[in-house]
């Protein structure tokens, strides 16, 4: 029986480490700091005339300097969800965020101008830097933790997981330019968190080897990917087959079956299926770099007939 505890209290003090760390880190008591975690659990079961929440939250410190907002209520405990749905996205961390003190009273914070950017991601993502604190994002699909300028962790399917960094500067010295593999796994990223599949495939050709239309009906213009709306090529990605592109940024095709045979020397990956298993044979047999993204929301990077890296595997269930 106390085998048994002891493995317990391992596993827990393995899986909130984390969370022990940043308590003792920020100075943050730790009961606070769950209590925040369980508002971003519940975030995304609040909505407000049926429309899901975005809501962005900073953590202050004495360094937290934000102006005086044009919308304000009396301060109130975090435990307190209710209110948070009161303003619907007006406090996103777009323009306003949510600011929880020592003692978990919340408030509301006016962000200055010159610390704005693109999106409210981002913006949080500044903050934490600016203020070297903990800012927190979460919307109705996905929520990500913020610590001093750096993506601590991202909450996908109720599972917290760490941030995917893939080198994709090494793949420079082999004509793959990383900005484009960057790009692209951007995209990726955005297609796992709306749980669509597709595979992205970069090659040095204009005309693609082994591959053949999975729509016969249908012609596709050559044109730069970062001349089209992400969204659009998202939907071009989740057509079955593959979206082909070539090293100068181009997508010659989409909707392409790869058509590899395994070679005898090109192992299957076990447990995955024909998605992940064409990709990498094809890898193997021509020049490339290949990207699949799963359904359930893992990204996998394939080179040379071999899984090169893979992120949010957790998701898959059984990883």
């Not at 796994?185 to 749980?195: A, Y």
Request: charged share 25%.
């Amino acid at each position: 029986m106390k085998d048994f505890a002891e493995v317990i209290t391992r596993r827990i003090l393995r899986k909130y480490s984390w969370l022990i760390e940043l308590s003792r880190k920020h100075k943050i008591n730790m009961i606070l700091l769950q209590e925040i975690m369980d508002f971003l659990e519940e975030v995304p079961n609040l909505k407000k005339e049926g429309e899901p929440l975005s809501v962005g939250l900073i953590f202050k410190n004495i360094k937290t300097i934000l102006q005086e907002p044009y919308i304000n209520r009396d301060p109130f405990h975090i435990s307190s969800l209710s209110h948070f749905a009161d303003l619907k996205n007006a406090v996103d961390g777009s323009a306003l965020c949510y600011i929880v003190d020592e003692n978990g009273l919340v408030t509301i914070g006016q962000i200055p101008k010159e610390l704005l950017k693109e999106n409210s991601r981002q913006t949080l993502q500044n903050l934490s830097c600016v203020y070297q604190t903990i800012s927190f994002h979460v919307d109705n699909s996905t929520a990500e933790i913020y610590e001093s300028g750096k993506l601590l962790r991202i909450k996908r399917k109720g599972i917290w997981l760490l941030p995917c960094i893939i080198p994709l500067e090494d793949f420079d010295a082999e004509g793959f330019p990383s900005s484009l593999l960057e790009l692209v796994f951007q995209l990726c990223n955005k297609m796992s968190e709306l749980n669509k599949g597709g595979i992205f495939v970069i090659i040095k050709e204009d005309i693609p080897k082994f591959v053949s239309p999975m729509i016969k009906e249908y012609h596709f213009r050559k044109c730069k990917v970062d001349q089209m709306l992400p969204n659009q090529v998202i939907e071009l990605a989740s057509i079955d087959g593959a979206v082909i592109l070539n090293t100068k940024g181009e997508i010659v095709n989409i909707g392409q079956k790869l058509e590899v045979l395994p070679s005898s020397d090109c192992c299957k990956e076990s447990g995955r299926g024909t998605k992940h298993n064409s990709a990498m044979n094809y890898s193997k047999a021509v020049e490339s770099v290949v990207f699949v993204v799963s359904v359930e929301g893992p990204i996998s990077l394939y080179h040379k007939g071999e899984r090169y890296a893979r992120c949010f595997e957790a998701l898959f269930g059984n990883p």
